[in-house]
């Protein structure tokens, strides 16, 4: 019986010895697992860009933000998909951002980036397709909280950079980043064919959600003037910066016809991205003969 007991006593486990503290390690939803041993990093997925399952769709709020080069503060994501694009020499690409990308490899890539990674080798239409698609399933357009009737009512590139200032900080973040964006585009037009009207084509529908179709249309003819304006504006101010035109001097690059260009490139585009620009460009046609909508101000009393 002394030796059974015994036995067991021996068998017990005792209390820790030489307890060292390693690492203290916490978890936030935002930046993931906060302290990890370097040894341990290879097995623990990298910090989500979201807190959401999701990078699309769903609130800025919820998701990774860092500034970029010019100051703005956006989401990481969009970040990704900018210097993978730029690193892929998409901005020298014919018809970038206009022509679409296969669908099945957008479906991979963004599994990919719900998970904080950009694939490699993937194709630049794909990159900048899923940059137009990020504002396009936003819960609220980037422009929406600006008052319709004052948007409506400009009619020229003073009173688009005047309206715009009425944007909360990070919807003026995004614009201002989308802007930049179409400048570093243009700036390459000559080898990608892509003016600022093409681009502004194609990024208005995705600025703004209204449920009426027809208002919708309307006001993505607006929204496309004053992304012109603003992209524009951009280029004029970065020529001046650079010294390559005198400051006095706001004359615009030529533009060549495209016409030709835009309708062979429309055999490689999504049939609904053809069928939204086809639209905007006859609502411009049929409502705004010149080059600025003209609507009627209300009187100050």
Known sequence: MAD??????AMDIGPPTNICHVAHVTYDRFDGF???PSEFEPDVPKKAPSASATVFGVSTESMQLSYDSRGNCVPIILSLLQSRLYDQGGLKVEGIFRITGDNSEEEFVREELNKGVVPEGIDVHCLSGLIKAWFRELPRGILDSLPYEQVMQCESEEDFVKVVR??????ASLLNWVVNLMADIVENEDVNKMTTRNLALVFAPNMSKMADPLTALMYAVQVMHLLKNLT???LRERKIASSQIDPCDDSEAEVGDVDEYNQEEEEGKGVDDVNKEKE???VEDEVKPSNDLKFEKKQET
């Open 34 to 36: 906060l302290g990890l």
């Open 4 to 9: 059974q007991a015994n036995n067991q006593q």
């Open 280 to 282: 905007i460009i006859k």
């Open 166 to 171: 009425l944007l909360p900080q990070a919807e």
């Open 232 to 234: 524009d504006k951009t």
